[in-house]
């Protein structure tokens, strides 16, 4: 594949390990990061998603080496570990920090193909941290695709997703679904994926960038998924499956149930745990809205499903905050949006607009502008394009 023109970080990983590694060949990689265009939270319980991987993401520039020694540098943290294969373990430890994705992935890989060689690693983005943007699964899925290569395993572009999918559950620790790491594995340029997790199945859904344009709003409010309310949410959809179950019928994911069910066993449930399964169950309607919406090209009905998606996301999913009620709401304001909606699980990060194209840096200047005069500093804007996937840059 052909690393983005726009980047500069291939050349830069390249010179940062001929600093901190000496000058051995190193080859580079590069994963995508991704954005959710409707479909919130439903891929952890067994629902259909629709991200879009996107043009920016996380670049690695590695090789291997004849002993145990795993050494992984960032241009973006400044972090450096150095630790033998031996001393990895089965969990994440503190003072791994953001190496602990890229480890997490090493030791899926190294149980799943007995492959152990170590690495010299330089990992660098151009994706905001912590936003909503899938930096993490992006970290992973690069690692993956680069041990690939290097041991030249031929796993399929699914099992380099669920071994990502596998170090932030089990290594990491953070109970998110397949979503992200599916995204970023699987994208495809032109193209939206379809995911249906509980297969998982997916197909592709042509999205025309002619027509309409994808502008993040960062709140510049940073969320760490494992410190917020995400494991809670996961826990509560648990409790709401469990009594649906016991009470109505039994299926094998929450997104599976219907309205109709839901309103059959709302007196068995307290007030929290319905609208979670509310909002559950009313996004797998607005995906498939949001599907046929895309297939027709109708892009006015797709925006209406993102607004819907983000007033669930507040209401009964409660993940929202200020600066992406804010945010998002500037942009519904504006002539020319489609319609906006948070993204990623919530709690800080980005919201995304989908704008008529030659419209983004009007939306992009009106609110900023509102967002401003409410919380008396930026915020950030980009235009996100569709990217051509993952895979190994040119060499």
């Not at 001929?18 to 190193?26: D, K, S, V, W, Y």
């Not at 939306?363 to 996937?389: C, E, P």
Request: include cysteine; aromatic fraction near 6%; hydrophobic fraction near 40%.
């Amino acid at each position: 594949m052909t690393a983005s023109s726009r980047s500069p970080l291939p050349d830069a990983i390249a010179a940062r390990f001929r600093t901190e590694f000496g000058a051995a060949p190193c080859r580079r990689f590069f994963a995508p990061g991704r954005i959710n265009l409707v479909g919130a939270h439903l891929d952890y319980n067994g629902g259909s998603v629709l991200p879009m991987a996107v043009d920016r993401g996380i670049y690695l520039a590695i090789a291997p080496r004849d002993d145990g020694l795993l050494r992984l540098r960032s241009l973006d943290q400044g972090l450096a570990v150095d630790i033998e294969a031996a001393d990895i373990g089965e969990r994440t430890r503190p003072e791994l920090g953001w190496a602990g994705y890229p480890l997490g992935v090493w030791q899926g890989f190294r149980q799943a193909t007995g492959m152990a060689r170590g690495c010299d690693m330089v990992f660098a983005g151009d994706l905001p941290m912590a936003s909503g943007l899938s930096s993490s699964a992006a970290l992973e899925v690069v690692t993956a695709i680069a041990l690939d290569a290097l041991h030249g395993t031929r796993l399929e572009r699914q099992q380099l997703a669920l071994l990502a999918h596998r170090a932030e559950t089990g290594f990491v620790g953070v109970r998110c679904g397949i979503m992200d790491q599916f995204a970023s594995a699987l994208g495809r340029a032109g193209q939206v994926l379809l995911l249906h997790c509980a297969g998982p199945r997916w197909e592709h859904v042509p999205f025309d960038p002619t027509a309409c344009e994808v502008l993040v709003l960062d709140t510049k409010k940073p969320r760490t998924l494992a410190k917020s309310g995400f494991n809670e949410r996961v826990a509560q959809c648990a409790t709401a499956h469990e009594l649906l179950r016991t009470h109505a019928r039994d299926l094998p994911h929450l997104a599976l149930y219907s309205a109709a069910d839901l309103e059959q066993v709302r007196s068995a449930m307290d007030q929290v745990t319905f609208r979670r399964a509310r909002h559950v169950i009313t996004e797998m309607e607005r995906t498939r809205a949001g599907v046929v919406a895309l297939r027709q090209h109708d892009y006015a009905t797709l925006g209406r499903q993102l607004d819907a998606s983000h007033e669930s996301t507040r209401v009964d999913y409660e993940v929202s905050c200020d600066e992406l009620d804010v945010i998002t709401g500037a942009a519904r304001g504006c002539e020319g949006v489609f319609g906006a909606r948070l993204t990623g699980a919530g709690f800080g990060g980005c919201g995304i607009a989908l704008v008529r194209p030659g419209q983004a840096e009007v939306v992009a200047r009106t609110v900023g502008d509102a967002y401003r005069a409410r919380f008396g500093f930026d915020a950030g804007f980009d235009v996100l394009r569709i990217g051509s996937g993952p895979g190994e840059l040119d060499r």
